[in-house]
């Protein structure tokens, strides 16, 4: 028997969760389409899982699978489903997929989410005074403009001017901002975690690390307009401003 070229490898991918109560195609057209016109581009064919933990009515899948598919999305599987959903959802062609208890905080609103912002500040300013910058860094001498997208593969960027709204910057490493962010900025773009964003500036049309990201609604709090360090701490992003 000759050799066989297919394999079979478990691995793990950032997928984002949306969770909504009111799952009817509707409500889901209307929300996802402001969503989509903040960061049309980031959002162009992302992998999305449904959690239906909190809806308040039997979902018709099939329908919110042809709605993901007009807006460009791919709807992959849900979450947080009983028996009778996950059978519904299996029929309409979606993997049933399982939240674990980490990933149940990365679900809350944005809005929840942003509470957390100032945890832990002062060990994540140490941490941040320390991170390192690989050696081969991508190093952009100038402002990034409208409509450009700069990618580091393998590597950190460093912007040494501004990253201007409707700008791209992503790297599978870190991201340097020398100046103020109102673009879209990737970190972890690989899906390392353990990566970071710095900016002198913060505002932001969009940030991003290992799949987790938020939109300028979120961000605009306490750090807006200012230097600051964006990480991953237990599944959410959380911010602290540079000393």
């Not at 919110?64 to 959802?89: D, H, P, R, S």
């Not at 599978?172 to 020398?178: A, E, L, Q, V």
């Given at each position: 028997?000759?050799?066989?070229?297919?394999?079979?490898?478990?691995?793990?991918?950032?997928?984002?969760?949306?969770?909504?109560?009111?799952?009817?195609?509707?409500?889901l057209r209307?929300?996802?389409?402001?969503?989509?016109?903040?960061?049309?581009?980031?959002?162009?064919?992302?992998?999305?899982?449904?959690?239906?933990?909190?809806?308040?009515?039997?979902?018709?899948?099939?329908?919110?699978?042809?709605?993901?598919?007009?807006?460009?999305?791919?709807?992959?599987?849900?979450?947080?489903?009983?028996?009778?959903?996950?059978?519904?959802?299996?029929?309409?062609?979606?993997?049933?997929?399982?939240?674990?208890?980490?990933?149940?905080?990365?679900?809350?609103?944005?809005?929840?989410?942003?509470?957390?912002?100032?945890?832990?500040?002062?060990?994540?300013?140490?941490?941040?005074?320390?991170?390192?910058?690989?050696?081969?860094?991508?190093?952009?001498?100038?402002?990034?403009?409208?409509?450009?997208?700069?990618?580091a593969k393998?590597?950190?960027?460093?912007?040494?001017?501004?990253?201007?709204?409707?700008?791209?910057?992503?790297?599978?490493?870190?991201?340097?901002?020398?100046?103020?962010?109102?673009?879209?900025?990737?970190?972890?773009?690989?899906?390392?975690?353990?990566?970071?964003?710095?900016?002198?500036?913060?505002?932001?049309?969009?940030?991003?690390?290992?799949?987790?990201y938020w939109?300028?609604?979120?961000?605009?709090?306490?750090?807006?307009?200012?230097?600051?360090?964006?990480?991953?701490?237990?599944?959410?992003?959380?911010?602290?401003?540079?000393?």
């Amino acid at each position: 028997m000759s050799d066989q070229t297919l394999e079979l490898k478990g691995s793990l991918f950032p997928l984002s969760v949306l969770s909504c109560a009111d799952l009817s195609v509707n409500a889901l057209r209307a929300g996802l389409s402001q969503k989509l016109a903040q960061a049309p581009a980031f959002f162009y064919q992302a992998p999305i899982v449904l959690n239906v933990a909190d809806c308040r009515q039997t979902p018709d899948f099939a329908a919110i699978k042809q709605l993901f598919a007009e807006l460009n999305l791919v709807l992959v599987g849900v979450c947080g489903a009983g028996t009778e959903l996950k059978q519904q959802a299996q029929q309409a062609g979606l993997a049933a997929l399982q939240l674990g208890k980490d990933n149940k905080a990365a679900t809350k609103t944005s809005a929840a989410a942003s509470n957390s912002n100032s945890v832990n500040n002062n060990s994540l300013n140490n941490s941040a005074e320390s991170a390192t910058v690989a050696m081969d860094a991508k190093i952009v001498e100038q402002t990034v403009r409208s409509g450009q997208q700069l990618y580091a593969k393998g590597t950190d960027l460093i912007v040494r001017g501004t990253v201007g709204a409707g700008a791209e910057v992503i790297a599978d490493g870190n991201i340097h901002i020398y100046g103020t962010l109102r673009g879209k900025a990737i970190a972890g773009a690989a899906g390392d975690r353990s990566k970071r964003i710095f900016c002198y500036n913060l505002q932001a049309e969009l940030v991003s690390i290992a799949g987790n990201y938020w939109l300028s609604e979120s961000l605009q709090g306490e750090f807006w307009g200012k230097s600051t360090c964006i990480k991953l701490q237990d599944d959410q992003l959380v911010l602290a401003e540079l000393g």
